[in-house]
């Protein structure tokens, strides 16, 4: 090959790459992207939906894209999602305070904020709330209990799940089972490995004991008290005796390789799939235990506009056309999307639409819990996600027995504080 | 390449027995090296019901062949194969052309600034690709006019999420570069004379005369070049972490994980992984006596 | 070959291919290159580590705030420092004889293009299939290796799920995968041992391990002493292999500086502190490479 040709070519092609430009929308169509972390099974629902909103307003396009969960804030911070700026995208309410510091997102219109004061919980209000302002339409509400494989308990001669830290441990102790090397077959008590198992766990615990992990000013924790030392120690305890450990994962739960975990509602998609017929017999759903009043912790995602968007109003159109009540049993496609993966939501009107679906004892437990005095909404904290990784770190130095409960929860409160300290 | 043959040792019985053990000990190292790979490809192979029974079903009993079809199906295999081969033949190709000319520069000219640019080359490799991800990664976000940017490079994306973003940071290679000097310098000036002499211009003694004389290690530098960029991830995935449409296989494979989260899913992951091996693995056996080849040919020496 | 050229009126193209002029438009993408894509670079991450910076805002200048809190306040850096370099040390001692020995095994065998190809197999594999794969081997109850050390009635650690055992299973992954890599120098360098060594040393009556410790090893110096250098320098940067197989977990065990200050930029990001972090690490690699180079004259190889 002679070298100048080759040459040539490769500098027409570096400058074909350089200079393609973004998708730009055709001067008559206006595109919409939404962002979201839904997998495609699961954001089928609300696909149809796109292309029905398309048929009824001619000259628009929506456009979805997955985004990783883990690198969401990242990304819509530093690269924004794709080759062309998006529109909408579906936030953890925790990212939220970083986002509004940096005015990435744009404040919802009057009569969105009418549309969601007058349709939405106070606890889905709440979540999409930061500063007293409202900056979303809520969208999916998730909340924490325990979860138990009925037929392990009864294999271990229990009845009934347990209430408190003392009888988890009985109970996990008599289910977990090991080989002979000593490594657990079947785990009696699970966490995981993830940051939401880790943190949110401790969080949820915190919050069944009624004690807050951060003050309401969000600005210290509540790291210190004896309540969270008691929870992590009991926690420690389970490790210590091996009852449970780092290789116990609550994904083996669908297996029936474990007896207990606490999890989130929209656990119950993959356990149907997995357990099929056997779904009702198998899985129960209890409170937390805890040695306190009891309670829980809800986090929930929330609808947001892109600050930089070009199409603002049509995109909060969209999302009120979205979050209104349609012709299918009168869910929204939001509703419809939720309700296919198990998800709970703060939207009056679909929860009623969805009584059908959510009869089942397993959502049932879980929306009384939601309704239960107890359950607290996660706190958007300054930086939360980095100050959730960094108490999973020191949780998990106190399992393993680097450091003392006492320690590491003095360690996380030293550290945490210093970076809720740099908030303005 | 020269092959020692075995040492001329008198014929004994030790002798056998060491031939024995030696011969043992490599094969004990080539399983540990070939049979992660096994273990791999069976795991691809499994049910979720094998995967879940107590313990674990080991050999699947009714292999999941379509598992690997699967992987093309469901997962965007074809798209990151595609992405994998433009932008690997595209780095590729780009550091060949900028290894071979500053190469060939700095092995037989003498230009002001050559013995800066020769330190340069030599230096900068002791520089690790961490210190220049985060820098990087923001000099491409905040080039002007590009990605919906601004004048001042503000308000957009700038080169991220594009193929420019994958490739640039790679165009040169000064190790690239340092191997091709050393082939170069053992071009005789001669020939390079002669040419001269006859009225060629430099290029075309570069393209028509020298190159050709180098062609193994052309080849060697090549291959290398390719296996290691194809399997390129840390930069690739920084850069497309948002940009699902432009990532390669491995990237692509990882930043999927968040969908493998439970034992069904697992066979398909497995799959994926192993399809994502085996390009690599057959260019590889294609094409290996090239690449020692050249290694061989003097380049490699402390 | 071309006809003669009409020197009378040298044109621009003359001019750039004469011998004046073409070096340096040979080396002009690389030029460009330096500057734009490794000077800037590293000058632009020097300016960002004296200041605090998020990637959206302003950068704020701090001075030496971000080196101070590293080296002084923050808890967790020394660890991840102690953590990048167990895994270095642990992966040349562990690395380098083994290849040195499979490497002489194999110059003295047969069949040595095979074992070349199957030595060399994990090093053309992608890191993530390499972390994959080790991954479900070193599963505690269901992996190949605990139920293999099973059948022999041997205990099965907890390879990535113990805070103790997880930096040496990262290191015998990483030392797989790298071992091709150090085998084929080692293989090259052999080769370049002469023949007539050896029958000396037979006819000395020496026996093999003999011929190997004072033959071989001895002429064999100048490369041993490149692989150490260059493994030592690749184990202190290297940290994809802990993100992808354990995350850096658990417990942090397995996150090296790499890993932390890579998790700083892009997932906290904290820019500034980041790039502090990449300086003081690479200022730590740059100094034992220093050390290094200083072992390698004194053993007497003549630098390349």
Wanted: a positive charge.
């Amino acid at each position: 090959m002679r070298l100048t040709s080759g040459r040539r070519l490769l500098a027409a092609l570096a400058g074909l790459m350089l200079t393609a430009a973004p998708a730009s929308s055709q001067p008559t169509t206006t595109t919409i992207r939404v962002a979201t972390h839904y997998n495609a099974q699961q954001i089928a629902p609300m696909l149809a939906c796109f292309r029905q909103y398309e048929a009824e307003h001619p000259g628009t396009r929506i456009v979805h894209q997955q985004v990783s969960y883990e690198d969401f804030i990242q990304t819509i911070l530093i690269s924004r999602v794709g080759r062309a700026p998006v529109d909408i995208y579906n936030l953890y309410s925790i990212w939220a305070p970083q986002l509004i510091a940096t005015r990435a997102l744009d404040p919802p219109p009057f009569e969105i904020e009418r549309f969601v004061r007058a349709n939405y919980t106070p606890a889905a209000i709440g979540a999409a709330t930061i500063a007293q302002r409202l900056w979303g339409i809520p969208n999916s509400v998730s909340v924490y209990q325990l979860v138990y494989n009925k037929k392990l308990l009864e294999a271990a001669g229990f009845s009934a799940p347990p209430r408190t830290p003392e009888e988890r441990m009985r109970i996990a102790g008599a289910i977990t089972k090991k080989n002979r090397q000593g490594n657990s077959v079947i785990g009696g008590y699970a966490f995981d490995l993830s940051g939401a198992n880790v943190t949110h766990v401790f969080y949820s615990e915190m919050y069944a004991a009624r004690v807050p992990p951060y003050t309401a000013d969000g600005r210290h924790t509540n790291l210190r008290s004896p309540t969270a030392l008691a929870i992590l120690t009991k926690q420690t305890e389970l490790f210590r005796r091996g009852i449970t450990s780092n290789s116990v994962l609550a994904v083996d739960f669908a297996g029936g390789g474990v007896g207990m975990a606490v999890m989130a509602n929209w656990m119950k998609d993959t356990l149907r799939s997995v357990l099929g017929s056997r779904f009702e017999e198998t899985v129960g759903v209890a409170p937390i235990p805890t040695d306190g009043p009891g309670g829980t912790m809800i986090y929930s995602f929330f609808w947001g506009v892109d600050a930089a968007s070009r199409a603002k109003p049509q995109s909060w159109d969209l999302l009120r056309w979205l979050n209104s009540p349609r012709g299918h049993g009168g869910l929204s496609c939001t509703g419809a999307m939720l309700a296919g993966m198990g998800d709970l939501t703060g939207n009056r009107a679909d929860l009623s639409a969805m009584r059908g679906q959510t009869a089942d004892p397993f959502s049932q437990a879980y929306i009384a819990a939601l309704a239960a005095p107890g359950a607290a909404s996660q706190p958007n904290i300054w930086h939360a996600s980095e100050v959730d990784r960094l108490l999973k770190y020191y949780i998990q130095l106190a399992w393993a027995g680097r450091m003392t409960p006492a320690e590491a929860l003095a360690a996380a409160d030293g550290d945490i504080g210093a970076i809720l300290a740099e908030q303005p | 390449m020269a092959q020692p043959e075995s040492p001329t040792h008198p014929a004994r019985n030790r002798g056998a027995l060491l031939g024995v053990l030696k011969y043992t000990a490599l094969a004990l190292g080539a399983v540990i090296m070939i049979f992660p790979f096994l273990d791999m490809f069976l795991g691809a192979l499994r049910t979720p019901a094998e995967r879940l029974a107590l313990p674990m079903v080991y050999w699947p009993h009714h292999p999941q062949w379509h598992n690997f079809v699967r992987v093309f199906t469901e997962l965007p295999m074809l798209t990151w194969l595609a992405n994998s081969i433009l932008v690997t033949s595209l780095i590729t190709a780009i550091q060949m052309v900028t290894s071979t000319m500053a190469g060939y520069a700095l092995a037989k000219y003498r230009f002001f600034g050559s013995k800066a640019l020769l330190s340069l080359v030599l230096g900068a490799q002791m520089f690790p690709f961490f210190l220049l991800i985060i820098p990087i990664f923001f000099l491409l976000r905040f080039v002007p006019l590009a990605g919906g940017n601004d004048l001042l490079g503000q308000g957009g994306s700038g080169l991220l999420n594009s193929y420019a973003a994958m490739i640039l940071p790679f165009a040169v290679t000064w190790y690239g570069i340092f191997l091709m000097r050393q082939n170069f310098l053992g071009v005789p000036n001669e020939i390079i004379d002669a040419a001269r002499m006859d009225g060629a211009g430099e290029f075309r003694i570069f393209a028509t005369v020298v190159l050709p004389l180098v062609k193994p290690s052309l080849a060697t530098l090549g291959i290398f070049v390719f296996l290691y960029h194809w399997n390129e991830v840390i930069w690739t995935m920084t850069v497309t972490r948002s940009a699902p449409d432009l990532q390669t296989i491995p990237v692509g494979i990882y930043l999927l994980r968040g969908a493998f989260i439970d034992q069904s899913t697992f066979s398909l992951q497995q799959a994926s992984v192993f399809i994502s091996i085996l390009p690599v693995m057959i260019l590889f056996l294609l094409l290996q006596r090239y690449y020692v080849r050249g290694l061989t040919a003097g380049a490699v020496k402390g | 070959m071309r006809a003669a050229v009409d020197h009378s009126r040298p044109g621009l193209l003359d001019w750039l291919s004469s011998k004046r002029v073409a070096p340096y438009l040979f080396v002009a993408p690389v030029l460009i290159f330096a500057l734009s894509l490794f000077l800037g670079p590293l000058s632009f991450a020097a300016y960002i580590s004296f200041t605090d910076w998020d990637g959206v805002a302003d950068p704020k200048w701090v001075g030496l705030k971000n080196y101070t809190y590293l080296i002084g306040r923050d808890r967790f850096f020394w660890t991840s420092i102690w953590n990048t370099l167990y895994f270095a040390a642990g992966s040349v001692i562990l690395g380098v004889p083994s290849a040195l020995i499979v490497a002489a095994l194999i110059a003295q065998s047969r069949f040595q293009s095979f074992w070349r190809t199957v030595y060399w197999l994990p090093m053309v594999t992608n890191i993530v299939a390499v972390a994959y794969i080790w991954w479900y081997i070193l599963n505690d109850t269901n992996g190949l290796l605990n139920r293999t050390l099973d059948l022999f009635g041997l205990p099965g650690p907890n390879w990535l799920t113990s805070t103790s055992m997880s930096m040496f299973s990262v290191i015998l992954v990483a030392s797989w995968m790298s071992l091709g890599q150090n085998i084929l120098v080692f293989l090259s360098g052999l080769s370049g041992i002469d023949e007539t060594y050896y029958e000396a040393a037979r006819l000395d009556g020496a026996n093999p391990w003999q011929v190997f410790r004072h033959v071989t090893i001895p002429l064999l110096r100048p490369t041993i002493l490149f692989v150490l250098i260059t493994s030592l320098i690749n184990a202190l940067s290297s940290f994809v292999l802990m993100m992808i197989l354990t995350e850096g977990g658990p417990a942090r065990s397995t996150t090296v500086t790499g890993l932390y200050l890579y998790d700083m930029a892009f997932t906290d990001l904290r820019l500034g502190r980041a790039s502090a972090a990449a300086y003081i690490l690479f200022a730590i690699i740059f100094v034992i490479s220093l050390i290094q180079l200083r072992l390698l004259r004194r053993g007497g190889v003549e630098a390349h």
